[in-house]
């Protein structure tokens, strides 16, 4: 059974740094595309950032671009999501989301979430 | 970025009813395209994937139509258990952008 656990959320200040992390089980996690994905309290879905099998490649949506950094570690089946320069608007639960490869890489899987709330 | 403009952001409707959700996409994204339902409080949950491709599990009222840059999810036959928002998703290019959202409530 996949499973995709996140955790590392939290309440944090104005311009002060957090990590997220993702714990994932029941499938090669090495093999595929991870991403994160966000919602805030009563908003829609955003896409936030990706990361490639081998993490050699990323992506970062705009909104987030120079503050947020994605990573992997293969050998702990772990992603993680690090933030910083905080703002309010980066308020939500973030989502960890497993997606397929080849020619048709939708998200097939998503963890539960982690609120990260980012506030004086 | 591609747009994806989902509509109407919010229906009503009664069990038995049939309900339809439309996604445009800003430019063609072939059959790139997925759809989501998410309950409150739950992550969002897979339910069509390449535009009409039905997710394993997932009951047969739901269908998913289209391609280029118009796509429709159609649930046939509404049950209690469908009232939720529903996404749809283009993957044909980055960013994976997301329709707004349509909340389907009881009436």
């Known amino acids: 059974e996949v499973q995709l656990v996140e955790s590392g959320g939290g309440l944090v200040q104005p311009g002060g740094s957090l990590r997220l992390s993702c714990s994932a089980s029941?499938?090669?996690?090495?093999?595929?595309?991870m991403h994160w994905v966000r919602q805030a309290p009563g908003k829609g879905l955003e896409y936030v950032s990706a990361?490639?099998?081998?993490?050699?490649?990323?992506y970062y949506a705009d909104s987030v671009k120079g503050r947020f950094t994605i990573s992997r570690d293969n050998s702990k089946n772990t992603l993680y999501l690090q933030m910083s320069s905080l703002r309010a608007e980066d308020t939500a639960v973030y989502y960890c989301?497993?997606?397929?490869?080849?020619?048709?890489?939708?998200?097939?899987?998503w963890g539960q979430g982690t609120l990260v709330t980012v506030s004086s | 970025a591609i747009r994806i403009t989902q509509s109407p952001s919010s229906l009503s409707a009664s069990t038995g009813d049939r309900v339809t959700i439309t996604c445009r996409a800003s430019q063609g994204i072939s059959s790139y395209l997925a759809w989501y339902q998410q309950k409150p409080g739950k992550a969002p949950k897979l339910l069509i994937y390449?535009?009409?491709t039905l997710q394993s599990g997932v009951p047969s009222r739901f269908s998913g139509s289209g391609s280029g840059t118009d796509f429709t999810l159609t649930i046939s036959c509404l049950q209690s258990e469908d009232f939720a928002t529903y996404y749809c998703?283009?993957?044909?290019?980055?960013?994976?952008?997301f329709g707004g959202g349509t909340k389907v409530e009881i009436k």
């Open positions: 998703q283009q993957y044909y290019s980055y960013p994976r952008t």
């Open positions: 390449a535009a009409s």
């Open positions: 029941g499938f090669t996690f090495s093999s595929y595309a």
């Open positions: 989301v497993k997606s397929l490869t080849g020619s048709s890489p939708y998200f097939d899987y």
């Open positions: 990361i490639s099998s081998n993490g050699g490649s990323t």
